[in-house]
């Protein structure tokens, strides 16, 4: 009997425990992706419906501090530096806290972002930027059911982050520096490549097996755009030169090399550089 008893107890539970019920959350989680111009915004957040209530001025009450959607606090990512209102936000992650009124909301980009509803005690000291935008308000045949965050107005340079709900939209301007980014590639690939670019293509032409001749010249032009060549910038152009035929060059770089890697406690290019110039009949 007693074993009966635990078999059925047994099936109860794994009944119980498989009959668990998926429901649809009040308030649903939702990620926005957008890129304005070079850089990637992302805002994760949950989204509350009006349900026949009325929202601002009574479930969301004026000039009281509001998590901005539901559940867990309301986060945006910039990939890069952005402005907003004449402030420098850097790239990164923050919470957005809003204080509604009727003709205008208070904005915080918070860097605190883990918690939900609102803190418990708020700091100024984590408020990385706060403005304040206009209230525009649209005709109540036109209320909008369920909490929503858009973006609107992209250009390359900019976009509005759009706050709607029942039967008004908050428009939060965010600058991108698109523009200083584009002009400064422009710049550098104008000038050409730099000691990096040249560096690059002549140990990758070395290590693939390419013309040795043509690694040799770019990474001379490399070390000739280089104030202090490291060790390891230096042992690469030792191996290029060995490599090409200039073993006289290659002896006195990999010389230069040795002693840098000395000075940096660096025993794995120590003993690299050292067998390398006993194989060259340097040692």
Same mark, same amino acid.
């Given at each position: @009997?007693?074993?009966? =008893?635990?078999? =059925? &107890?047994?099936?109860?539970? &794994? /009944?119980?425990?498989?009959?668990? =019920?998926?429901?649809?959350?009040?308030?649903? #989680?939702?990620?926005?992706?957008?890129?304005?111009?070079?850089?990637?915004?992302?805002?994760?957040?949950? !989204?509350?419906?009006?349900?026949?209530?009325?929202?601002?001025?009574?479930?969301?009450?004026?000039?009281?501090?509001?998590?901005?959607?539901? *559940?867990?606090? %309301? $986060?945006?990512? /910039?990939?890069?530096?952005?402005?907003?209102?004449?402030?420098?936000?850097?790239?990164?992650?923050?919470?957005? /806290?809003?204080?509604?009124?009727?003709?205008?909301?208070?904005?915080?980009?918070?860097?605190?972002?883990?918690?939900?509803?609102?803190?418990?005690?708020?700091?100024?000291?984590?408020?990385?930027?706060?403005?304040?935008?206009?209230?525009?308000?649209?005709? $109540?045949?036109?209320?909008?059911?369920?909490?929503?965050?858009?973006?609107?107005?992209?250009?390359? *340079?900019?976009?509005?982050?759009?706050?709607?709900?029942?039967?008004?939209?908050?428009? +939060?301007? +965010?600058?991108?520096?698109?523009?200083?980014?584009?002009?400064?590639? +422009?710049? !550098?690939?104008?000038?050409?490549?730099?000691?990096?670019?040249?560096?690059?293509?002549?140990?990758?032409?070395?290590?693939?097996?390419?013309? +040795?001749?043509?690694?040799?010249?770019?990474?001379?032009?490399? @070390? &000739? @755009? %280089?104030? *202090?060549?490291?060790?390891?910038?230096?042992?690469?152009? &030792?191996? =290029?030169?060995?490599?090409?035929?200039?073993?006289?060059?290659?002896?006195?770089? #990999?010389?230069?090399?040795?002693?840098?890697?000395?000075?940096?406690? *660096?025993?794995?290019?120590?003993?690299?550089?050292?067998?390398?110039?006993?194989?060259?009949? #340097? @040692?």
């Amino acid at each position: @009997m007693k074993k009966v =008893i635990l078999l =059925i &107890s047994a099936i109860l539970v &794994s /009944f119980i425990g498989e009959a668990q =019920i998926n429901t649809p959350a009040p308030s649903p #989680a939702s990620l926005l992706k957008q890129k304005v111009g070079l850089t990637d915004i992302t805002v994760d957040y949950s !989204r509350p419906s009006m349900r026949g209530r009325t929202i601002f001025g009574d479930l969301v009450p004026y000039d009281k501090l509001w998590r901005t959607g539901a *559940n867990a606090y %309301t $986060k945006i990512t /910039f990939s890069d530096d952005v402005s907003i209102d004449g402030q420098d936000l850097k790239a990164g992650t923050y919470a957005i /806290f809003t204080k509604p009124g009727q003709s205008s909301w208070e904005v915080f980009f918070y860097t605190d972002t883990e918690g939900g509803g609102v803190p418990s005690t708020w700091d100024d000291s984590k408020v990385a930027a706060k403005l304040t935008a206009p209230v525009v308000n649209f005709p $109540k045949e036109m209320a909008i059911e369920t909490f929503t965050i858009m973006f609107d107005d992209l250009t390359d *340079n900019s976009a509005n982050l759009g706050l709607l709900w029942e039967t008004v939209y908050v428009p +939060i301007k +965010i600058n991108v520096g698109t523009d200083k980014v584009v002009m400064d590639n +422009i710049d !550098r690939v104008m000038k050409g490549p730099d000691a990096g670019d040249y560096y690059a293509a002549a140990v990758y032409y070395m290590n693939s097996g390419k013309d +040795i001749s043509k690694a040799k010249e770019w990474m001379d032009k490399a @070390m &000739s @755009m %280089t104030d *202090n060549p490291a060790y390891w910038q230096l042992r690469q152009q &030792s191996l =290029i030169q060995a490599k090409s035929g200039d073993k006289k060059g290659a002896i006195a770089t #990999a010389k230069k090399s040795l002693a840098k890697a000395k000075e940096a406690g *660096n025993d794995d290019y120590v003993k690299l550089n050292t067998d390398s110039l006993k194989e060259w009949g #340097a @040692m």
